[in-house]
């Protein structure tokens, strides 16, 4: 098969290599499409010290060889019983295990579910961890609920545009913040109310002043760098609820403040087999559909790294068709 292998040096090499062997209880899926996803960058630059060669990509849809079924890949592995917190041999799909940059895959059966009808191969690829990120984080650890407002930071990440359309099919208010105002304005369109410019002053006092000074109740923030300022837009009893650290991995917070308002931060990452069946069951009736930025075949998936780093109007997710 052909596939995009991660090398020594942070090199993306497209080569022949061979079909995966499935294991007992495993199946090979014939990929139509991928995804590319912030974490393949972690992998390819060694964040993740997962033994290399490796192939990336934890999205994938495509026709399970052993029965001809379209589907498409839930990419948290061994989550286990508990519905608070991955096992110990929790682990997501593209490193250390093999992923979707490929012709074929090797996955668990249990971590295949039907491919949503409504949805072509492109969306299908396009949804498994970015739309469960942001249902997790919304919903199973952000407790989100129709009457409350969210604010989701960083406008145009897969994960958010996901987050803006699930918290407004549940009727929830959605606030967003960018540095560009072409995205704020997007971000619109997909269900926000409104959104802030992050390069512009305050962002958090405004986010406070478009609130009647009260704050909201949840914030989304995979920036990490952000934190003060998330939990200052806050209203008391609020929930900052973090999954990414995309400007920076530390950050300092005034406790006093933090306990005195009831506020709680709180890590996700992925979601359970629970989580994914739930976020499918919500897809069926909603009228959104997953963001496409680009599409392009596998084998330029150097192109598309390079457009998810480094070209700002990037708006969705990017997608690679694999046959």
């Not at 469960?132 to 545009?161: H, I, K, N, P, Q």
């Not at 405004?206 to 952000?226: I, N």
Request: proline share 6%; aromatic share 8%; with cysteine.
């Amino acid at each position: 098969m052909e596939a995009m292998l991660v090398r020594e040096g942070s090199v993306l090499s497209y080569e022949t290599v061979a079909d995966p062997e499935p294991k007992p209880g495993e199946v090979v899926v014939e990929l139509r499409a991928a995804a590319v996803n912030r974490r393949d960058l972690l992998v390819r630059q060694g964040v993740y010290p997962f033994p290399l060669p490796v192939i990336p990509g934890s999205d994938g849809t495509g026709t399970r060889r052993d029965t001809g079924e379209e589907v498409v890949i839930l990419p948290s592995l061994n989550w286990g019983a508990s519905e608070a917190a991955g096992s110990e041999a929790f682990e997501i799909l593209g490193g250390p295990r093999n992923g979707t940059y490929a012709e074929l895959v090797a996955i668990p059966a249990e971590n295949l579910y039907p491919k949503p009808a409504k949805l072509s191969w492109e969306e299908a690829a396009a949804f498994p961890l970015a739309a469960l990120t942001a249902y997790r984080a919304l919903f199973a650890r952000g407790r989100l609920s129709s009457d409350e407002c969210v604010l989701v930071l960083g406008a145009g990440s897969g994960v958010s545009t996901f987050a803006v359309q699930l918290a407004s099919q549940v009727g929830s208010r959605v606030l967003v913040t960018s540095s560009s105002q072409a995205k704020l304005d997007r971000a619109v369109e997909l269900g926000a109310e409104g959104g802030f410019l992050y390069t512009e002053g305050d962002w958090a006092e405004a986010v406070r002043e478009a609130t009647g000074g009260r704050g909201v109740d949840l914030v989304l923030d995979s920036v990490g760098s952000t934190w003060p300022d998330s939990v200052r837009a806050l209203a008391r009893g609020g929930r900052v609820v973090v999954f990414g650290g995309t400007g920076g991995t530390e950050a300092l917070l005034n406790v006093r403040p933090f306990y005195l308002q009831w506020l709680s931060l709180l890590g996700t990452t992925m979601g359970s087999p629970a989580d994914f069946a739930a976020l499918l069951r919500m897809l069926e009736t909603a009228s959104w559909r997953p963001v496409i930025d680009s599409v392009r075949p596998l084998a330029e998936a150097e192109a598309a790294h390079t457009r998810l780093i480094s070209e700002p109007d990037k708006f969705g997710k990017l997608v690679l068709i694999c046959h």
